[in-house]
């Protein structure tokens, strides 16, 4: 009996794992029904057709999903930097076509991968422009943008064969807390929340999108619980005609593993109407995590849904309508027959997304930079060193972390970059919301009436003392296009 209630555990959980090979404890879950694994930035190699290959050996059914959104957000080309548009750029040009045709793109690179499920597009509407989490992840503000591309999207994805998870419901865009850190509650208006931000989700649904990801956030109108383990808020998605896989966003990140647990977070999911349990990063926990996090986070989530099921607390149902749900999606995959992608050129779509003020494209022989954006969070590689270089050429580039440098570090950067010759640039990311960015855009302007500020963040809705360009997304791609504007 309890190898059999193991196999069921297994058919509705989806674990990361650590390193660039599958270790033995995943490959022996999945010979036992595991239902697949989601990749991150530390599996990525070469070698990601063998490693898909590997794991579809010891489970042919196997689901594998990626995190991997283009823009700020990417795994594939973590090392590097992304090469696809995002979000915020494709809702800034605007272009129904110019959104499918990166759908399109996105699914052909990830089934040169062997991965079938893409974890994005993200259909939050980003109202509060303190998220730390969303931001250019989004489309924009407006509801109705965020709908069409999300629906565009969606649709370039899964023409491509691949199936699409729209995240983050019932939506992450109005709080200023990170989930991976802590569990953000909604205040809105539960009539603002049904109008703007679910009315992407209705769209989607409406156009056959496969899966739905959760959001760790509390809507106290509808119950103290997070929405990933509140069956109200899941009954919400169903009521929209929603009949996909319900997958939950990592039930390790600190919202639920410092709150019920990974094991309570994975029997709470499941009751709640969850059928795909990402137990996902396992550098997670940061310097917490040991070297086998990995299969301790997949054995805590298991272990206490064999526990609830043997116990009658999980009812077996449940988990079975989970596992068929899952099971009818890797079948629905493994007969997809994918649609060509046509040529495609991400630069021309990040070029039209530019937004240029002042005189900030004046011609400069070399380029001197200063990168003062925030520090990297779990979700995005914020700092990621790749902007910086891909900005700066041959020039020079020095990192500063503006929120905690002394005033003898700020001068020392700025120093070293007025030194190195060329136009100085400021790299920044929250220049509204962040009072560090802003002073350092406010000393540099007082030093240096040539320089340029390149924000990679929403963008500016103000005034700057500086000429600025409003690129929205933290790619190497991004980079390139600010670069050739600037260098003539």
């Known amino acids: 009996m309890s190898d059999e209630l193991t196999r069921l555990a297994n058919s509705v959980l989806w674990p990361g794992f650590l390193g660039t090979e599958a270790p033995e404890w995943l490959l022996a879950e999945l010979r036992d029904g595991l239902a697949g694994v989601v990749y991150f930035g530390q599996n990525i190699s070469d070698g990601m057709p063998e490693l898909s290959a590997a794991l579809r050996e010891a489970n042919p059914g196997a689901l594998i999903g990626i995190d991997e959104e283009g823009g700020s957000v990417t795994r594939l080309e973590s ?7 995002g979000a915020a750029q494709l809702g800034a040009v605007d272009d129904i076509e110019a959104s ?18 893409v974890l994005g597009p993200v259909a939050d509407v980003n109202t509060d422009p303190r998220n730390p ?13 965020v709908a069409r591309h999300a629906v565009a999207t969606v649709d370039g994805i899964q ?66 619980k997070p929405a990933t383990l509140n069956p109200v808020v899941l009954g919400k998605l169903r009521a929209m005609g929603f009949d996909g896989v319900i997958i939950t966003d990592a039930l ?28 996902g990063n396992p550098t997670n926990p940061g310097s917490a995590a040991l070297p086998d996090q ?14 609830a099921l043997r116990d009658g607390t999980l009812p077996r149902e449940r988990v079975e309508q989970a596992r068929d749900r899952v099971r009818a999606l890797a079948a629905k995959l493994q007969a997809a027959t994918p649609t060509a992608a046509a040529p495609y050129d991400a630069a021309a779509i990040v070029r039209r997304a530019l937004r240029v003020v002042g005189e900030a494209d004046a011609a400069a022989s070399a380029l001197a930079v200063v990168d003062a954006r925030r520090r990297s969070t779990l979700a995005v590689d914020s700092a990621a060193g790749y902007v910086a270089e891909a900005l700066a050429g041959d020039g020079f580039r020095v990192r500063l972390d503006v929120e ?74 991004s980079a390139e296009v600010v670069r050739e504007l600037l260098i003539r």
Request: a negative charge.
């Open 404 to 477: 905690r440098a002394s005033d003898a570090e700020r001068d020392a950067a700025l120093d070293a970059a007025s030194a190195a010759g060329g136009r100085v640039v400021l790299l920044v990311d929250r220049p509204e919301v962040e009072p560090a960015q802003r002073a350092l855009i406010d000393q540099v302007a007082g030093r240096d009436a040539g320089a340029v500020v390149v924000n990679v963040g929403l963008p500016v809705r103000g005034e700057l003392p500086l000429p600025f360009i409003d690129a929205a997304a933290a790619s190497r791609v």
């Open 79 to 85: 090392a590097t930097g992304s090469t696809l548009p």
């Open 252 to 279: 390790d990140m600190a919202a639920i593993r410092e709150s019920v647990g990974i094991g309570g977070g994975a029997v709470q999911a499941l009751a709640a109407g969850a059928d795909l349990l990402c137990i």
């Open 133 to 145: 989490v969303i931001g250019v992840r989004s489309f924009g503000a407006d509801a109705a943008l």
């Open 100 to 117: 499918r045709a990166t759908g399109a793109e996105l699914a052909r690179r990830a089934r040169a991968a062997g991965v079938d499920v």
């Open 294 to 307: 990995d299969e301790r986070d997949f054995l805590a989530a298991r272990e206490t849904i064999v526990a």
């Open 159 to 224: 023409s491509g064969g691949v199936s699409a998870c729209v995240k983050h419901f019932p939506g992450h865009g109005d709080t200023h807390l990170d989930s991976h850190h802590a569990l953000p509650v909604i205040t809105l208006d539960t009539s603002v929340i049904e109008d703007v931000h679910l009315e992407p989700f209705r769209a989607v649904v409406a156009a056959g999108v496969d899966a739905v990801m959760t959001a760790h956030i509390v809507v106290p109108a509808w119950g103290e």
